[in-house]
């Protein structure tokens, strides 16, 4: 983005609330201090409840009438909830890998888009009819409950509706959510990055406490929380990927894996003791601690095991010599004999 860009979503962002025109209409749409959002909630349960005492559909129930219909498929959610999260992570690691090669990161981000573009699409066609299930019935009366006495005048009065519908508000506000993209550029940059290193020193950033803070508000201060954290970091990556955020995520992804397989190192040590040099068998006490321990061993071990379990899988049973990286290890061991005696 460019600065006034950024300037435009900041102030808004600082400002707590959103000009509404339309015509010769203009509105303020404020942040809805807590105690109106205490009471959309109270509506969203009232509505909530009154659309279950009238059968209306829950969520799963819908989920089920569009799979009848044929509208939504089993593979639909297995994609939506497992594979294309696990796709959208791999390319996100492999753009931070192959960060410094540009052409290679730019073909992989088209890989990424389209998993990313595949996800958006499957999550929008779930969600399509959740206005006639119990929950998006309760939704619905919240947003409209907040949009009633969050919308005023230039002079300040609370607006009434009378030219246009609380729908058209609304939809308003969907059409000019701050994405997450938008809040993290501002996070890192300027005019926003020295108003947070200023307001970190003199502890006055935002004049309300943090319960008073906007949604949008929340998530810059923590954006711009999460980059301080990964600029300190020992293993920071180069400030120039700063401004790439799929590769910071990809980043954060592999930061994460690393910090989860020392955790575990360190709890099936504790149990079991520092493993000593070569081959350990260690006894899991369950399924979960079975694949921590799995995960322990490098690329090489896992191969090595996937190896193994296929012979035995084939043979029923087996002996080390059955073993292929033992036949190796054997026949790596006659031969450094057989120099030895040659000298």
Same mark, same amino acid.
């Given at each position: 983005?460019?600065?006034?860009?950024?300037?435009?979503?900041?102030?808004?962002?600082?400002?707590?609330?959103?000009?509404?025109?339309?015509?010769?209409?203009?509105?303020?749409?404020?942040?809805?201090?807590?105690?109106?959002?205490?009471?959309?909630?109270?509506?969203?349960?009232?509505?909530?409840?009154?659309?279950?005492?009238?059968?209306?559909?829950?969520?799963?129930?819908?989920?089920?009438?569009?799979?009848?219909?044929?509208?939504?498929?089993?593979?639909?959610?297995?994609?939506?909830?497992?594979?294309?999260?696990?796709?959208?992570?791999?390319?996100?690691?492999?753009?931070?890998?192959?960060?410094?090669?540009?052409?290679?990161?730019?073909?992989?981000?088209?890989?990424?888009?389209?998993?990313?573009?595949?996800?958006?699409?499957?999550?929008?066609?779930?969600?399509?009819?959740?206005?006639?299930?119990?929950?998006?019935?309760?939704?619905?009366?919240?947003?409209?409950?907040?949009?009633?006495?969050?919308?005023?005048?230039?002079?300040?009065?609370?607006?009434?509706?009378?030219?246009?519908?609380?729908?058209?508000?609304?939809?308003?506000?969907?059409?000019?959510?701050?994405?997450?993209?938008?809040?993290?550029?501002?996070?890192?940059?300027?005019?926003?990055?020295?108003?947070?290193?200023?307001?970190?020193?003199?502890?006055?950033?935002?004049?309300?406490?943090?319960?008073?803070?906007?949604?949008?508000?929340?998530?810059?201060?923590?954006?711009?929380?999460?980059?301080?954290?990964?600029?300190?970091?020992?293993?920071?990556?180069?400030?120039?990927?700063?401004?790439?955020?799929?590769?910071?995520?990809?980043?954060?992804?592999?930061?994460?894996?690393?910090?989860?397989?020392?955790?575990?190192?360190?709890?099936?040590?504790?149990?079991?003791?520092?493993?000593?040099?070569?081959?350990?068998?260690?006894? #899991?006490? *369950? !399924?979960?601690?079975?694949?921590?321990?799995? =995960?322990? %061993?490098?690329? $090489?071990?896992?191969?090595?095991? @996937?190896?193994?379990?296929?012979?035995?899988?084939?043979?029923?049973? #087996?002996? *080390? !010599?059955?073993?292929?990286?033992?036949?190796? =290890?054997? %026949?790596?061991? $006659?031969?450094?004999?057989?120099? @030895?005696?040659?000298?």
């Amino acid at each position: 983005m460019e600065l006034f860009e950024r300037e435009l979503f900041l102030y808004r962002l600082l400002a707590g609330y959103l000009r509404f025109k339309n015509d010769n209409i203009n509105l303020k749409i404020i942040t809805p201090p807590l105690e109106i959002i205490y009471e959309s909630q109270e509506v969203y349960n009232d509505i909530y409840m009154e659309a279950k005492s009238n059968s209306c559909l829950t969520q799963e129930e819908l989920t089920e009438m569009m799979m009848d219909k044929g509208l939504w498929q089993e593979e639909d959610n297995e994609q939506l909830n497992v594979v294309l999260p696990k796709h959208i992570e791999f390319w996100k690691v492999e753009i931070y890998q192959n960060f410094h090669k540009k052409d290679d990161r730019e073909k992989i981000r088209t890989f990424l888009n389209t998993a990313k573009t595949a996800i958006s699409g499957l999550f929008s066609k779930k969600h399509t009819f959740d206005h006639y299930s119990q929950h998006g019935l309760a939704t619905f009366a919240r947003w409209q409950y907040i949009a009633e006495n969050t919308v005023y005048d230039y002079s300040n009065n609370k607006y009434d509706f009378s030219e246009i519908n609380i729908t058209n508000v609304l939809e308003f506000l969907n059409r000019h959510q701050i994405s997450e993209g938008v809040i993290r550029e501002l996070s890192r940059s300027e005019p926003w990055r020295s108003m947070w290193i200023a307001g970190k020193k003199t502890k006055t950033l935002f004049p309300d406490a943090a319960t008073n803070l906007s949604e949008d508000q929340r998530r810059l201060v923590n954006w711009s929380g999460l980059y301080d954290s990964i600029s300190e970091h020992s293993e920071s990556p180069p400030e120039e990927m700063l401004d790439d955020d799929d590769a910071i995520d990809g980043w954060l992804i592999v930061m994460n894996r690393e910090g989860k397989k020392a955790r575990d190192k360190a709890s099936i040590e504790k149990r079991v003791g520092t493993p000593k040099e070569g081959e350990q068998f260690i006894v #899991a006490s *369950d !399924k979960g601690e079975a694949q921590k321990i799995y =995960e322990l %061993n490098d690329p $090489t071990s896992r191969m090595i095991i @996937k190896q193994r379990l296929a012979i035995i899988d084939k043979m029923g049973e #087996a002996e *080390d !010599k059955n073993f292929v990286d033992v036949q190796r =290890e054997m %026949n790596s061991g $006659t031969g450094q004999i057989m120099m @030895k005696g040659r000298r």
